[in-house]
């Protein structure tokens, strides 16, 4: 009986994994074909060509750099910003800590386009030029959401009195910081900076606010489906896309867990 | 000879709570200085004062001749034995242990070497290039017993170290860490609640109870002549009567259970109660007796005697138990 309710499951979880990745598939599929308008199934045939075109394209490689170049920007800053205030919230405890979370947390919960609405409004009112700098901070808005959750549970998982013995056996606050705090929280950062670096990689909305004439890849993406030249181009791309942002993930993936294997999961 | 740790009227308040409240205590140099009570009573707090981990609220503290009460703790001549080892994860065993040479800017060739020495002497050879999640329990007590030593400190502080081991493992790493301190011949001021491990190992102990030091002494002195309840049913077990229950003056009196004799009957005299044994337990090479008394039943005595001479001691039977009088302790009044 248990055995034919697992394979019910198992079709149910099959089925599913299918729903989820099989438009991932199509395109997969439609970057090699042979005809450029339509998604004529089966293809009539299949090419390498686009990826040549893809490669020639001067706006998709300036897309491209720029996408790397705002993921780069955001997710230093968020690196540097997330651990400090990881570092000030997760031991102390004071009137209107949790109010200063949920404020901290708030921008990636919160529905992309107000974010990116906000943002605009107080760039304009600044007198800023919509641009390189403005999309950083945008994506940094969010981006330090992930970097301050990876990290804020390594620091409440890591024993204070590490920190403590370092202090006593004669290390100053800096000593302590380079040699005992970030080796412990070192896979953390790693593995929330690639989030955050695959989190602005693909980010569409708040970027639309904020990047004004800038075109960033996903920005590519949505103006190429409005004039349609070489379809099959965007699909080729889409692979490339996936490919950036798949591996950060897993590997971020692979770190939290080795971590936890070496600390025994306890703790 | 200078004192090694010298508190003066410190108190450290966290709160409305006084974690420790208006102690004084002078550990001389070269002593085996215990910190008893009970959890929550300070003994914790005080120790992380003199480490320099808390600030006090008001007092001083004087270490090796030197005002210390500002100072962090890289700045202490101190090093700490944490109650939960508080080794480096990331660390080998040899890493560890040379921290405190590495962040001192000493040579990778020589802080190894050192390094190695200490772990020969805490017999971890041979496990350096190990880290601590490969290690047993007890050999991570030694990691942290060497790295903390690893600076030639002149005070070591211990929190509860033996805490996290198995009953055979403390008892041998009791022995060790006394012989180790002669050895060394460095001041150990020693965190636990453990009252016969502070008994065993120290030269002096301070007993503490809700902040405060109830009686500092020799650890024969506290159990021959408690001052106080607390310390007397802290310290070993005591049976604590009111004076007037005795035929003597007011106050409180405590007697050790081993220095009762118990007797089948009722026989009268001086320095002798009659009660009734409601409980006999055999422990091996001594049997101990519970008797509430026959003229006020709700107060219960103790009595421990060598296993041997229980012929007509049985539950429900009556008693006598009598005292030399030089047994009975007079105990100062004050909370219990």
């Not at chain 1, 945008?138 to 990876?150: E, K, L, Q, S």
């Not at chain 2, 508190?7 to 308040?13: D, G, M, R």
């Not at chain 2, 506290?222 to 802290?234: D, I, K, N, S």
């Amino acid at each position: 009986m248990r055995s034919s309710s697992s394979i019910g499951l198992k079709i149910a979880a099959g089925m599913g994994l299918l729903f989820l990745h099989f438009p991932l598939l199509i395109i997969l599929l439609y970057a090699f074909t042979s005809e450029d308008k339509t998604y004529k199934f089966p293809p009539p045939g299949l090419t390498l060509k686009w990826f040549a075109i893809a490669a020639s394209r001067n706006d998709i490689w300036e897309a491209l750099f720029l996408s790397v170049k705002v993921a780069a920007a955001a997710t230093l800053i968020a690196l540097v910003l997330g651990t400090m205030v990881a570092a000030a919230l997760y031991r102390s405890s004071f009137f209107g800590k949790d109010s200063i979370t949920l404020l901290l947390i708030l921008p990636i919960a919160l529905p992309g386009i107000l974010t990116g609405l906000a943002l605009l409004t107080s760039i304009t009112r600044a007198g800023l030029d919509p641009g390189f700098l403005t999309i950083v901070v945008g994506h940094a808005t969010f981006c330090i959401v992930v970097v301050f959750n990876n990290v804020v549970a390594r620091l409440r998982r890591m024993s204070y009195s590490q920190i403590e013995a370092s202090m006593d056996l004669g290390a100053d606050a800096l000593q302590t910081f380079r040699y005992v705090v970030l080796p412990n929280i070192a896979t953390a950062l790693l593995a929330g900076g690639m989030l955050a670096f695959a989190l602005s990689f693909d980010e569409v909305i708040v970027t639309t606010f904020t990047a004004g004439k800038e075109e960033t890849l996903p920005i590519w993406f949505l103006s190429e489906l409005f004039r349609p030249r070489d379809r099959p181009v965007t699909n080729v791309v889409a692979i490339f896309v996936i490919a950036v942002t798949l591996l950060p993930i897993l590997l971020s993936q692979r770190l939290t867990q080795s971590f936890e294997e070496m600390h025994g999961g306890g703790k | 000879m200078q004192n090694a740790v010298e508190l003066k009227n410190v108190s450290c308040v966290f709160g409305t709570v006084h974690a420790v409240d208006h102690i004084s205590l002078e550990v001389l140099a070269g002593e085996f200085f215990s910190l008893l009570g009970p959890s929550g009573s300070g003994k914790t707090t005080c120790l992380r004062l003199i480490a320099g981990f808390e600030r006090p609220s008001s007092g001083s503290i004087v270490l090796l001749g030197k005002d210390a009460a500002s100072l962090p703790p890289y700045a202490r001549e101190v090093n700490t034995v944490f109650q939960d080892y508080a080794l480096f994860p990331h660390m080998s065993v040899l890493d560890n242990v040379a921290y405190a040479l590495m962040v001192r800017g000493i040579g990778r060739l020589e802080r190894h070497r050192r390094a190695l020495e200490l772990l020969e002497m805490v017999k971890l050879r041979g496990m350096e290039k190990r880290r601590p999640a490969e290690l047993s329990g007890g050999q991570r007590q030694r990691v942290a017993l060497a790295r903390a030593l690893v600076n030639k400190p002149r005070i070591l502080l211990l929190d509860e170290p033996l805490g996290a081991l198995d009953l055979k493992l403390r008892e041998e790493m009791q022995i060790e860490l006394k012989s180790l301190q002669r050895q060394l011949g460095i001041t150990f001021v020693y965190v636990t609640h453990d009252q016969s491990e502070a008994l065993s190992m120290s030269d002096r102990v301070a007993v503490f109870n809700r902040g405060r030091i109830e009686q500092l002494d020799s650890p024969k002195k506290l159990y021959e002549y408690p001052e106080t309840e607390f310390v007397a049913r802290f310290v070993g077990s005591a049976n604590v009567l009111a004076g007037k229950e005795l035929g003597l003056d007011g106050g409180k009196f405590a007697i050790r259970p081993e220095r009762i004799r118990i007797e089948p009957g009722r026989i009268s005299g001086t320095n002798s109660l009659v009660g009734r044994l409601i409980d006999v337990h055999f422990l091996g090479s001594q049997t101990r007796y519970e008797v509430t008394l026959v003229n006020n039943s709700t107060i219960r005595m103790t009595v421990v005697a060598p296993a041997g001479g229980e012929a007509g001691l049985e539950a429900g039977s009556e008693v006598t138990l009598t005292w030399n009088p030089g047994s009975l302790r007079k105990l100062r009044e004050g909370e219990a």
